[in-house]
Each structure stands twice: as structure tokens, then as C-alpha cells.
């Protein structure tokens, strides 16, 4: 008989006195602050085919490989000017890729040796030189909530 008493005051406890602290607010309620990615084209060779934007959070198939890409969006070609606008992306570190596929065969064409056949371009429109521009020249902040970028064609 002598437990049962400190064992009903433990089982009381947790009622006078809550275990966890009050002010916490849960991880799946936290606001993260977004913005909106505007990309300006220049230079556009012609107004055939669809423009392929490609928007990346890291080096992971960066620029060539949409698919794993943070947010994509395709536009039809049709003038020399075309702008895309990501909506509603959380504040960080971003590049942004730029396929002008003419023939709008949904991939980028490259002659016998892997030299583009098609228009190009990344964030930051680094100098070309051997092979394709890196993640790290074309990274960005996005950290207001609106950010204009603008890109020129490649084209070889």
C-alpha cells in the first residue's frame, strides 16, 4: 500500500503541470517567406519553336536535365522577347536554365561532338567556355519578393 500513494500523485501530476512547453509552434505551421522569379530574354535568334525555363535548387542536373529541376515552365515561342515568372518560390539559392528548342522536340539538339545546335542560356549569363556554364556561376539569392533576371541566348 505504501507505492500505490506516490504512484496516484505521479499519474495526478500531469495534470497540474504540463510536460511540454507552451509556446512552440509545430514545424508544419511555420511560414516561410516566397517570392516571385521574373526571367527576361534577350537575344533570341527566332521565333520558332518553345522555350523550356528550368529553375534548380542545387547542382543535380543542372542545365540540361529539366526533370530534376525544382519548378519548370514552358512557353511557345513567338517573338523575339518572352519572359517567365515563377510564383510563389521560398527564399534561397536558385540558378535558372534556358532552352530555345526551335524544332520543339522537347530536348536540347547537339552536332556529333555535344556542341549545342539550339539557343541557351543560365542566370548570370556566364562566360561560355568549355562544356556548359556550372551550377555555382549561374546561382542567385532570391531573398525579396520580387526578383527580375535577364538572360541572353547562346547560340553557336
Known sequence: MK??????LLLLLPATKPLVAENVVPASSAIYQTGSITVHIK???N???MLGFALYTT??????KPDCAFATKVCKNGSSSIDATFENIPYGSYAVSVLHD???NGRMDKNFIGIPNEG??????????????????????????????SISMNYF
Open 43 to 45: 537575344g533570341l535568334k
Open 3 to 8: 507505492t500505490a500513494l506516490p504512484l496516484a
Open 47 to 49: 521565333p520558332d519553336g
Open 102 to 104: 526551335e524544332n520543339s
Open 59 to 64: 547542382k543535380r542536373g543542372f542545365p540540361d
Open 120 to 149: 541557351f542560356g543560365v542566370s548570370n549569363n556566364p562566360k561560355i567556355r568549355r562544356g556548359p556554364p556550372s551550377f555555382s556561376e549561374a546561382l542567385f539569392s532570391l531573398d525579396t519578393s520580387k526578383l527580375e533576371l
